[in-house]
T-cell receptor, first 115, second 112 residues
């Protein structure tokens, strides 16, 4: 049972380059999330998708775009990478935004460095 | 502004010791509190707490919530080197997981 799968695991970009981080879940969850984790800052929400066909901004959306391709897949795109986007990115999913019976399940993360 | 503060930020103990990790919060319209363990990669779910005073237990780990004083503790007894990790606390408000607020985490190191 794979759970939440993220690709790639590592990436180095030059300033101004673009890339897409991929995420797929096989738990039939409705809601999906993208977080970034920086030292001393905890996890911060970039974008989320409450259900297939919807996406909304989180706490730190600037410089990112997302696509909920289908129920399984939720991608995060950096159009013009900046050094401030150096971080570890986590994708997560849950049955619904109401997490009473379904906490968030996380992928293994993508470590992104922008030089 | 909603806030979750964990303490200590870092803790080093010897194998066999008991540790208590703290999580205090200021969140309007609280719904539940989550504890996660993060080793090298994905945070993995430990506990969800919604009611005060009810201890959740899993092996050597236990956790309890105090909604009056706005805090939770995570206890680990008879620690093992495999317990070394960052422990994350997060609070879910009524609006849902899109408003989930994480603390900074406590880095726990267990020395043999």
């Amino acid at each position: 049972n794979a759970g939440v799968t993220q690709t790639p695991k590592f990436q180095v970009l030059k300033t101004g380059q673009s890339m897409t981080l991929q995420c797929a879940q096989d738990m039939n969850h409705n809601s999906m999330y993208w977080y970034r984790q920086d030292p001393g800052m905890g996890l911060r929400l970039i974008y989320y998708s409450a259900s297939e066909g919807t996406t909304d901004k989180g706490e730190v959306p600037n410089g990112y775009n997302v696509s909920r391709l289908n129920k399984r897949e939720f991608s995060l795109r950096l159009e013009s990478a900046a050094p401030s986007q150096t971080s570890v990115y986590f994708c997560a999913s849950s049955e619904a935004l109401r997490t009473d019976n379904s906490p968030l399940h996380f992928g293994n993360g993508t470590r992104l460095t922008v030089t | 502004e909603d806030k979750v503060v964990q303490s200590p930020l870092s803790l080093v103990v010897h194998e066999g010791d008991t540790v208590t990790l703290n999580c205090s919060y200021e969140v309007t319209n609280f719904r539940s509190l989550l504890w996660y363990k993060q080793e090298k990669k994905a945070p993995t779910f430990l506990f969800m707490l919604t009611s005060s005073g009810i201890e959740k237990k899993s092996g050597r780990l236990s956790s309890i919530l105090d909604k009056k004083e706005l805090f939770s503790i995570l206890n680990i007894t008879a620690t093992q080197t495999g317990d070394s990790a960052v422990y994350l606390c997060a609070v879910v408000p009524i609006q849902g997981a899109q408003k989930l607020v994480f603390g900074q985490g406590t880095r726990l190191t267990i020395n043999p």
